[in-house]
């Protein structure tokens, strides 16, 4: 009973495991792109700079109402001898209603309007470069969780071999012991490096939890929620396909989201100072209004009659004060363009400076590869040959345990260093703008 209630637990707990779907990075980043919180605000704002476009293509338009209204009129008296003399009563109906439609056009504005929709579209566009950077930093943000998470299941593998490995090892020392081989000060120093081994396996164990919790969040699902990925064998951590400096830069200079918007900003500063310009223009509009009103109390001879009276015509109208008050604002508009522009060459060299350190970074992570791998080898073998001479009683228990922990440090800055080849990579594509 006891085997079969055995077996019974080991297979819901395989089928808990098997429920737990296994995600790669690149299924990672779908998800983020789909549920994360700055990816759904980012598409927001497009959303927004959209219907803006539309609000001042709506601009366009004529403006048409129609009105009415109902009133109460007072008596209607007339001082033909000034206002101190006896008036005379005017009869007229003592309520009025009136009731009718206007029509405006603009025929020419200075291109105000037109310029205006030019600018939404602008502003349209520059929100596509910020979700397009947005969408850089946050696939960035969950690579560097996902490796996190990779490099300390990792380690936690190590961490369990090596204190398999170690428990097997104090068993023998202390078999060694009672013999009279080995003093009793090699079965304590083994009995502390077990311990700090599963100390160090409890911490790692921690941040396991902690960056499975920051992918859950970036990726828009509950804190809680199982996650696993494929850490052992992974595809992912192939070697890096890398491209020439001078291809990066090429890449960066049309691609890159950041230089995209410092040159949309050149833009818009230059449609603000056309803004300015149109508004000292003579501005022509179309115009027409018809009116029913009862009583006519507008013109001479009043009647109690209904009365239509409409206008059709082009208007002409000429600010002269913009002549002089807009002086001030050119200036400024001015000042904001050259500022764009000292922004777009001070983008530029951020870009070049952050594409070679990323690029360097990425050279100096795949040394670090060739150099972790060497010292594996070494480190390997001298734990290899420092093991037989101890138990020949050649060397001692100390040499032996720094061997080891120089072992599994070699193993822990292996998998950090490729890691770190793969995020440097991705760190250069999201700067270039193509990842």
């Given at each position: 009973m006891g085997a079969a209630l055995l077996l019974f637990t080991q297979s819901l707990y395989a089928q808990d495991a098997d429920s737990t779907p296994t995600l790669s990075l690149e299924e990672i980043w779908k998800v983020a792109e789909t549920n994360n919180r700055q990816m759904k605000l980012s598409e927001l704002n497009l959303q927004q700079?959209?219907?803006?476009?539309?609000?001042?293509?709506?601009?366009?338009?004529?403006?048409?109402?129609?009105?009415?209204?109902?009133?109460?009129?007072?008596?209607?008296?007339?001082?033909?001898?000034?206002?101190?003399?006896?008036?005379?009563?005017v009869p007229i109906k003592g309520y009025g209603y009136a009731a009718g439609y206007s029509l405006n056009f603009?025929?020419?504005?200075?291109?105000?309007?037109?310029?205006?929709?030019?600018?939404?579209?602008?502003?349209?566009?520059?929100?596509q470069y910020e979700a397009e950077l947005q969408k850089h930093h946050v696939k960035y943000n969950v690579a560097?969780?996902?490796?996190?998470?990779?490099?300390?299941?990792?380690?936690?593998?190590?961490?369990?071999?090596?204190?398999?490995?170690?428990?097997?090892q104090l068993s023998l020392i202390e078999s060694l012991q009672k013999n009279g081989i080995v003093l009793k000060s090699d079965v304590l120093r083994t009995s502390v490096k077990l311990s700090q081994l599963e100390l160090s396996l409890s911490d790692i164990k921690k941040k396991i939890d902690i960056t499975k919790q920051r992918l859950n969040v970036?990726?828009?699902?509950?804190?809680?929620?199982?996650?696993?990925?494929?850490?052992?064998?992974?595809?992912?951590?192939?070697?890096?396909?890398?491209?020439?400096?001078?291809?990066?830069i090429n890449i960066a200079s049309s691609q890159s989201p950041e230089y995209k918007i410092v040159n949309s900003d050149i833009q818009l500063s230059e449609m603000n100072i056309r803004q300015i310009k149109a508004g000292r223009l003579p501005k022509v509009s179309f115009y027409s209004y018809y009116n029913y009103t009862y009583p006519q109390i507008s013109f001479y001879p009043y009647s109690n009659d209904l009365w239509g009276f409409g206008q059709t015509g082009i208007k002409v109208q000429f600010s002269i004060d913009n002549l002089y008050k807009s002086k001030h604002s050119m200036a400024r508009a001015m000042v904001v363009n050259n500022q764009s522009k000292e922004k777009a060459g001070i983008k530029r060299d951020e870009i070049l400076i952050q594409v070679n350190e990323a690029y360097l970074q990425q050279q100096q992570a795949l040394e670090s590869v060739e150099t972790a791998e060497k010292n594996i080898i070494k480190t390997t073998e001298t734990v290899r040959v420092i093991r037989n001479s101890y138990l020949s009683q050649e060397s001692l228990l100390t040499?032996?345990?720094?061997?080891?922990n120089a072992l599994l440090e070699a193993k822990f800055n292996l998998t950090s260093a490729q890691t770190n080849v793969k995020l440097s990579h991705i760190r250069l594509l999201a700067i270039v703008g193509i990842l």
């Amino acid at each position: 009973m006891g085997a079969a209630l055995l077996l019974f637990t080991q297979s819901l707990y395989a089928q808990d495991a098997d429920s737990t779907p296994t995600l790669s990075l690149e299924e990672i980043w779908k998800v983020a792109e789909t549920n994360n919180r700055q990816m759904k605000l980012s598409e927001l704002n497009l959303q927004q700079s959209r219907l803006e476009v539309l609000e001042a293509k709506d601009r366009l338009l004529p403006e048409l109402s129609v009105s009415g209204d109902v009133k109460l009129n007072s008596r209607f008296l007339i001082y033909e001898n000034g206002l101190f003399s006896s008036p005379q009563d005017v009869p007229i109906k003592g309520y009025g209603y009136a009731a009718g439609y206007s029509l405006n056009f603009n025929l020419f504005n200075g291109g105000k309007e037109r310029t205006a929709i030019k600018i939404r579209q602008e502003e349209e566009t520059r929100s596509q470069y910020e979700a397009e950077l947005q969408k850089h930093h946050v696939k960035y943000n969950v690579a560097v969780a996902y490796f996190d998470l990779y490099k300390f299941l990792n380690f936690r593998d190590f961490m369990n071999a090596e204190i398999a490995a170690e428990k097997k090892q104090l068993s023998l020392i202390e078999s060694l012991q009672k013999n009279g081989i080995v003093l009793k000060s090699d079965v304590l120093r083994t009995s502390v490096k077990l311990s700090q081994l599963e100390l160090s396996l409890s911490d790692i164990k921690k941040k396991i939890d902690i960056t499975k919790q920051r992918l859950n969040v970036l990726m828009g699902r509950n804190n809680d929620e199982a996650l696993e990925i494929i850490y052992q064998r992974n595809a992912e951590m192939d070697t890096v396909k890398n491209s020439g400096y001078a291809d990066y830069i090429n890449i960066a200079s049309s691609q890159s989201p950041e230089y995209k918007i410092v040159n949309s900003d050149i833009q818009l500063s230059e449609m603000n100072i056309r803004q300015i310009k149109a508004g000292r223009l003579p501005k022509v509009s179309f115009y027409s209004y018809y009116n029913y009103t009862y009583p006519q109390i507008s013109f001479y001879p009043y009647s109690n009659d209904l009365w239509g009276f409409g206008q059709t015509g082009i208007k002409v109208q000429f600010s002269i004060d913009n002549l002089y008050k807009s002086k001030h604002s050119m200036a400024r508009a001015m000042v904001v363009n050259n500022q764009s522009k000292e922004k777009a060459g001070i983008k530029r060299d951020e870009i070049l400076i952050q594409v070679n350190e990323a690029y360097l970074q990425q050279q100096q992570a795949l040394e670090s590869v060739e150099t972790a791998e060497k010292n594996i080898i070494k480190t390997t073998e001298t734990v290899r040959v420092i093991r037989n001479s101890y138990l020949s009683q050649e060397s001692l228990l100390t040499d032996l345990l720094e061997a080891e922990n120089a072992l599994l440090e070699a193993k822990f800055n292996l998998t950090s260093a490729q890691t770190n080849v793969k995020l440097s990579h991705i760190r250069l594509l999201a700067i270039v703008g193509i990842l």
